[in-house]
């Protein structure tokens, strides 16, 4: 019985260990990251970019004076989040914001799939400069696939919470 319960607990502990997820906090483990990005086919970066997102909303973090500073606690230390945009063919954009619920996150990342978005861009680094501060730890630009997907999009970026 001892036995059976040591090994029950064993794969028990694999399996918690093997769901829980870690934020990507600094720019080093942001830069690991968009390079596995960069090197994925769009069904994985779309994944990976949901994933994101789920991890970025279990924390808050300061835009204005100092990017990099986490709100919360639990989770201290420097923050480096890509800026995330989503464009359409006619030029519209919408921007997706820096510290979503996990409602708009749940919302939008229904929208990621392979026959909504069409293309994911990282946005080179001499021209993420143009973004400014918040785009100082990557830019990566979502193209829908039409305008209907980017309108909705939208409007669930810009509901109150």
């Not at 708009?104 to 501060?133: H, M, R």
Request: with cysteine; glycine share 4%.
């Amino acid at each position: 019985m001892k036995k059976f319960l040591f090994l029950f607990l064993c794969i028990a502990t694999l399996s918690v260990s093997a769901q829980s997820t870690h934020p990507i906090l600094t720019r080093e483990q942001n830069d690991t990251w968009i390079a596995a990005l960069r090197e994925s086919d769009l069904s994985k970066r779309l994944e990976m970019i949901r994933e994101r997102w789920e991890e970025d909303a279990t924390f808050h973090y300061e835009v204005a004076a100092n990017p990099y500073k986490i709100i919360s606690e639990d989770k201290p230390g420097p923050v480096c989040r890509p800026w995330y945009i989503f464009v359409e063919e006619e030029g519209g954009t919408a921007f997706f914001p820096t510290n979503p619920s996990s409602e708009k996150v749940a919302a939008v990342s229904e929208f990621l799939t392979v026959n909504n978005v069409s293309e994911i861009t990282i946005v080179p680094e001499d021209i993420q400069l143009i973004y400014g501060q918040r785009g100082s730890c990557g830019v990566i630009r979502l193209k829908v696939a039409e305008n209907k997907i980017l309108e909705e999009i939208e409007e669930i970026l810009l509901q109150k919470e």
